[in-house]
């Protein structure tokens, strides 16, 4: 199950990382020798295996339905790129 | 007990005895520790030193031991991995994406950290996200290993991805340190610098506050110089948080408690699938002798099978890079880190804040990650690898039922020369080889420096225990520790430098 | 209100199914502490969970699994003791994390029925097909400046039940009806105050048609082939507006049809300024979600004995209340009247 370019492209595209027409094939070659690495894992029979969910075993942990955070408008804006009035500002999103 | 001729030398349980005794006050430990950081840059071990904080908490640490107030790590001067956030101190994860990011909370594990008395002298170098084996792959450049070759001035690397924490260690630059293993992250680095450094079991420590990579397999440990001070460090990382829906709800021993009770009657496998092709003899060698250390103690040696050994690998590759692919995905520019400047649009910001912000291995992994969850991949890839993740963690079962611990080589070979292996990413892989299994599984491991190459270089052993049970393989290793007598240090070349 | 449209060429019929996204009544999020109540300043109800911040982790509020399991025992459904929390994978400037944490392929409630009155008195049972949990987005201002986007993140958390019908409306009554019962149905619960104004209940609505024939031959083999290519209408936000956009979609598609045109399946917008549907802009390429397990939480497992006492306290509902008015000898001509007068339940607040 190798990609090609368009492939890569529609990834990138996919992963939101701009990527040079110039990266694509050296892209292509690198993830190709990735995916026909990890094709290994086809040798082995998995039929009736449950996939693993959590390494965990133990019961979720749920907490109690009350107020203890938030308020915290400043802090929350302190490493924004750009705010305004308490709001992310981005540019114009067309819908 | 006397006190070593240079402060720096010190071992964490021997400086909190110093410390806590009055014989030495924590502002003269810290202040010897933040010359060595200083004099120890051409290491470029850390990404942030915090000197006047150090000093601020040592002093305050002396008011309360003068008061006889002293908690349990009162005083004593440690490095933080630059993936732990911590509250006022800018946090990068080795990434130009987080950019000045400045985290306004504190991680659970160095809030433990502090409310046991601990002193911060800065953070710590790592691979970009924590991904990587050799710490090339940081923004802020690579960490040189305090380790060189017998007769050599090649730069070495101290592993990855904690290789800032394992070089601060090795280089007597902080009593101990805090790591991240995802893959083998912490006992990786510390094999290769010789010294320790263990993965708890997963859910032992919190992950709160601490920057993902890849969820299911990240858990913070200790990287120290003794297996005494892991012990000690590792009793106050972890808790039961509940603000971790995994972190695990069951009680932290005391682990340096039980530490000397020796491995008299322990079963110790031996998993044949660890020796591999094309590792250096050296390895197999000094595997051997770990085996007839422990036999000659008392310990029972038993020879068992992991069969799905060899698929440990490819399935972390699969796993862990569609986790990240997902976990990283909040780096947008939009509400902190780095931001092109003057995009176009919504989409023109994310793809070139992203593209600007990670380094190369990231951006592979992301694209490696998104791929192997897209529609008509997932179950040939994601579902596939979750399926062999069970195979793996039933092996260690199937084993656990003849055996206490698993006795295993730490790394394939010793440190390397920076640049030696950026070309292939699978041959940087292979550096986890014996570690990514336990991550997998969940399981603690414990990497403990047992011998030097032939050309003057650390190697280690790890053993591999069963879930919860860190303090057995922190007896095994404190046995190694004695049998092998290893005591040997770097060279300060670096402060000539 | 006719179930068929006429058009030139011969009767149309109308299908209809819904997703009707439900505020869970809670005083904090599905996953962070942070406060839900509706109208607070930009970004003051946020924690750095809700935020995205690195390192953040999601607990779950106990509250707001039992608010979707009585939810489901309201609508007399099948209750799943095993549930699973995915990542839903996409970027927009109001998902901080870059993912939606829902519930795709094991939903903590499976099907169940809600049954709305019509005018006429006829009863038409509506299968439910699932109730899951998710967490809601933060909110997008496009009007405020001419360049940019604003985004608070207030919303971004809180819990949502997305519930998801069968097609199994006929019109654009049965539409506003269903939807009206759904309403009163939580609302007796005390698990959403139901209040569209405010955004707490919203409704993507599904609109095919197909002639006529269609649907009996899905209801008789459950092959959607017999039904039309649908469109999905989102978040609509008044009962007025679901009928309206039923109209006016079902009519659009008959006239393309009846002109040789086929129906790209699309998502579109009820512009109820003007009246009418339009196409999305915001298209680009298609979706991948990227489902897969929420490493950060563990399969939510729930005790048949918790269910058994969220049962034991449901309050009666509206089809009883109906029933027992019925049987102490009160006509049955003008049902809803009967249950809708009940008002938004609120949550106390500490």
Not at chain 2, 306 to 334: C, F, Q
Not at chain 3, 224 to 248: Q, W
Request: overall charge neutral.
């Amino acid at each position: 199950m190798s990609v090609d370019k368009d492939t890569v492209r529609r990834i990138a595209k996919l992963s939101r990382i701009a990527l040079d027409e110039a990266r694509v094939a050296p892209m292509v070659d690198e993830l190709n020798g990735i995916f026909a690495w990890v094709q290994q894992l086809n040798e082995v029979d998995v039929t009736g295996v449950a996939p693993m969910t959590s390494v965990v075993e133990q019961r979720l942990k749920m907490r109690d339905d009350v107020v203890t955070d938030g308020d915290a408008a400043d802090a929350l804006m302190a490493n924004a790129p750009e705010g305004e009035d308490h709001f992310f500002v981005v540019p114009k999103v067309v819908e | 007990m006397p006190l070593p001729s240079s402060l720096t030398d010190f071992t964490l349980a021997d400086a909190r005895d110093a410390v806590h005794g009055k014989k030495v006050t924590s502002k003269e430990l810290t202040t010897a520790f933040v010359k060595a950081v200083a004099e120890a840059r051409p290491l470029n071990a850390f990404v942030t030193e915090t000197p006047e904080k150090a000093l601020e908490m040592a002093v305050a640490a002396d008011v309360r031991i003068a008061h006889g107030q002293a908690r349990p790590l009162e005083g004593l001067p440690l490095a933080i991995k630059d993936l732990f956030c911590t509250k006022g101190v800018k946090t990068t994860a080795g990434s130009a994406i987080l950019g000045n990011f400045v985290p306004p909370y504190e991680s659970t594990v160095t809030q433990n950290l502090w409310d046991a008395g601990a002193v911060m002298l800065g953070k710590t170098n790592m691979d970009e996200f924590a991904m990587g084996s050799s710490n090339e792959t940081s923004a802020f450049g690579p960490v040189f290993n305090p380790w060189r070759a017998r007769n050599s001035n090649q730069n070495l690397v101290p592993g990855g991805s904690s290789g800032g924490s394992a070089a601060a260690v090795s280089g007597h630059l902080c009593l101990a340190a805090t790591g991240t293993d995802t893959g083998g992250s912490i006992r990786q680095p510390a094999a290769v610098t010789g010294t320790v450094g263990l993965k708890p079991t997963y859910g032992r420590c919190s992950r709160w506050g601490i920057v993902a990579f890849a969820s299911s397999l990240d858990q913070a440990g200790p990287m120290t110089r003794t297996v005494r001070d892991a012990a000690i460090l590792l009793t106050h990382m972890a808790s039961v948080d509940p603000k971790d829906s995994t972190s695990l709800d069951v009680p932290i021993p005391d682990y340096e408690a039980g530490l000397e009770s020796g491995v008299k009657g322990l079963r110790i496998g031996i998993p044949k699938e660890y020796r591999i092709d094309g590792a250096p003899p050296e390895i197999d060698d000094l595997w051997n002798k770990g085996a007839e250390w422990l036999k000659a103690m008392g310990a029972e040696i038993v020879e068992v099978s992991l069969p799905h050994t060899k698929y440990a690998l490819p399935t972390y590759y699969i796993v862990a890079p569609a986790e990240a692919s997902s976990n990283l995905a909040r780096y947008d520019g939009v509400r902190f880190g780095h931001r092109a400047k003057g995009a176009r649009d919504i989409t023109d910001l994310y793809e070139r804040s992203r593209a600007e912000g990670f380094g190369k291995e990231v951006q592979r992994r992301i694209m490696v990650g998104t791929h192997v969850l897209s529609s008509g991949y997932y179950d040939a890839y994601y579902a596939r690898a979750q399926k062999l993740r069970t195979l793996i963690a039933r092996d260690f079962d199937e084993a656990f039922k003849r055996c206490d611990v698993l006795l295993t080589p730490a790394t394939p070979g010793p440190a390397f020369g920076i640049g030696e292996k950026t070309t292939d990413p699978k041959e940087m892989y292979l550096n986890d080889v014996f570690t990514v299994t336990v991550n997998l599984a969940g399981l603690p491991g414990i990497s403990v420096p047992a011998g030097l190459t032939a050309g003057g270089l650390p190697l280690g052993l790890q053993f591999i225990g069963k879930a919860f049970d860190e303090a057995t393989i922190l007896r095994a290793a404190r046995a190694i520790e004695t049998a092998s007598g290893f005591d040997a240090k770097p060279s300060p070349w670096w402060r000539a430098a | 209100m006719s179930k068929t449209i006429k058009g030139t060429t011969g009767a149309w019929e109308i299908v209809i199914g819904m997703e009707v996204h439900a505020q869970i009544l809670s005083q904090s999020k599905l996953f962070s502490g942070a406060a839900t109540a509706f109208g607070a300043a930009p970004n003051s109800q946020v924690s750095f969970v809700d935020a995205g911040m690195p390192g953040m982790l999601p607990v779950i509020n106990r509250k707001c699994v039992e608010q979707a399991v009585r939810t489901g025992l309201g609508l007399k459904a099948r209750i799943n003791l095993s549930s699973v929390f995915d990542r839903k994978n996409y970027f927009y400037p109001d998902l901080p994390q870059g993912y939606q944490i829902s519930q795709y392929k094991n939903p903590i409630v499976g099907e169940g029925e809600v049954f709305i009155d019509l005018k006429d008195g006829e009863t038409v049972r509506v299968g439910i097909e699932r109730l899951h949990m998710e967490q809601d987005a933060g909110k997008s201002l496009h009007d405020q400046h001419p360049d940019s986007s604003y985004v608070d993140l207030n919303r971004s958390g809180i819990a949502l039940m997305e519930i998801v019908t069968k097609p199994h409306m006929r019109s654009s009554e049965e539409a506003a009806a269903f939807l009206r019962k759904l309403r009163a149905i939580v609302r007796y619960l005390g698990t959403c105050d139901g209040n569209m104004d405010e955004g707490s209940m919203r409704a993507d609505v599904n609109v095919s048609v197909c002639r006529v024939g269609g649907y009996e031959k899905f209801r008789a083999d459950g092959d959607f082939k017999h039904l039309g290519t649908r469109c999905e209408i989102k978040n609509v936000n008044s009962m007025r507006f679901v009928a309206l956009a039923v109209e006016y979609e079902a009519r659009r598609q008959v006239d393309i049809l009846e002109d040789g045109g086929k129906i790209d399946q699309e998502t579109r917008l009820y512009d109820s300024k003007v009246n009418e549907t339009r196409a999305m802009r915001s298209k680009e390429e298609a979706h991948d979600y990227r489902y897969f397990p929420d490493p950060d939480l563990l399969p939510l497992v729930l005790d048949q004995a918790w269910v058994d006492a969220i049962a034991a306290s449901l309050p009666e509902l509206p089809d009883e209340k109906k029933a027992r008015l019925i049987k102490a000898g009160l006509s049955a001509m003008t049902p809803p009247s009967w249950w809708r007068r009940r008002r938004a339940p609120t949550i106390s607040r500490r």
